[in-house]
């Protein structure tokens, strides 16, 4: 069974700060998709990663896959109040997997 | 719009009397899914379906039930519901599963008493 860990757990930040959050995983990525989930909510796709190495840019959001296939990580520029939610990663095999998640709170 | 709409929102139910929560999506997906959310546990998934008359055990498919009779609806079925299935549930679907995104519902805040 495919383990997947986030990290932190929790992160209060203040706007305009920049933060990084990580997912690591017990086996190699069929296909990697993060999501944000806003309170009351279901969870937003945010990006697919598919192949080692990959690096997509949302906006302030940097998504990079790791060379092995096997972590990944998400880099926000300058957050914003807007920005606070549960970031989620996901491995899009047969089933969709997810890691505990990483809770973001951007005070304004 | 492209949407994936549960109902109901909130239910609050007693031990052992059946309900079953609909999930209906407009976007002509093969694959749909149920997710269950607790705290501390995460999202896991229930059932999952990759076409009609397809599905197939999650990772938390005790006590649960599904069909898919028809390519736009996944209803999720609690036969006898139990309070430790008091949860926060969400059904999704894809275009075609593996690799593709999904959409998922605003969720169904089940309370089991």
Redesign the interface.
Known sequence: TQLLEQSPQFLSIQEGENLTVYCNSSSVF??L?WYRQEP??????LV?V?TGGEVKKLKRLTFQFGDARKDSSLHITAAQPGDTGLY?CAN??????????TRLMVKP | EAQVTQNPRYLITVTGKKLTVTCSQNMNHEYMSWYRQDPGLGLRQIYYSMNVEVTDKGDVPEGYKVSRKEKRNFPLILESPSPNQTSLYFCASSLFGQGSGYTFGSGTRLTVV
């Open positions: 069929s296909s998709q009351g909510e279901g969870p937003v796709l697919t598919v989620l899009a095999g047969n089933m969709l997997t997810f890691g505990g998640g």
